[in-house]
């Protein structure tokens, strides 16, 4: 690939999917779904669908040396996602997420992070190639060196939510948060130095610099089949967006489009669009 240069230092897991008619209530047992397995991880859906939009990415993370690897890692090969920083760890098991979705696309997740815990800040030694994203599915002190290796943009996405050193808020270009997420951080988004960015579903998205409103934008209308791995295309789709210099709404609906897209089609990573398939959806709105 051409476009710009992403690295992506995050999580990699295999997705084990229920799908049925609901979701459990606490204590309650939910009987008739159907299992799937799809490559997953905060992480990875990152960088697979960054890579899908036209960017040029590497992954940096750690899996298992089993035979679940394979799995979590076929759909990145298949993009050309560079996988030379993702390494095997004979100690630990390959990152396991527990997904239950509802037939209106809902979802609950469990993640059991196997080798995604054990990638230490001492795993990086390099500089960070173009563009930084990453999430909180690693230990937060390999997130915090990333970020400080890093020498381009830098997007962020706090979640799931953790406290993070200071010098995250200080350093990061681009915040993405979730509603839920944008409450429990409070006002410290508002005190970053970057750009943050909050999602809010079916609602849209809004963008910020401090207190300043300076885009927003809704999503097209689409059925929602299974919302995992929405919002890590979002937190693709915009990093990319935003580092090709498009305008805040012009990138803000270009990730809303992209975000509604893979809620379309079952699996985090399965569903997650083409830049060609994000620009017809925008050009059919009205």
Known sequence: MSGPVITVVGSVNLDLVATGASLPSPGETVTGATLARHPGGKGANQALAAARLGASVRLLGRVGSDSMADEALALLRIEGVDLSGCVAD????????L??????GENQIV??????AAFTPRHLTGPIEGALICQLELPVETVAKAVGLAAGFVAVNLAPAAQVPPQVFARADLIIVNETEAAWYGEALHAAAGMVAITYGARGAKLFRGPALIGDAAPPKVTAVDTTGAGD???????LALVEGQAPD????????AGALAATKPGAQPSLPTRAQVQAILGARP
Do not use: E, Q, S
């Open 90 to 97: 004979p100690a630990y098991p390959t990152g396991v997420a």
């Open 99 to 104: 997904i239950a979705v509802a037939a209106d």
């Open 250 to 257: 012009a990138a803000l609906a270009f990730a809303c489009a």
């Open 233 to 239: 295309c979002f937190v693709g789709a915009l990093t």
């Open 111 to 116: 993640v059991a992070p196997g080798a995604n």
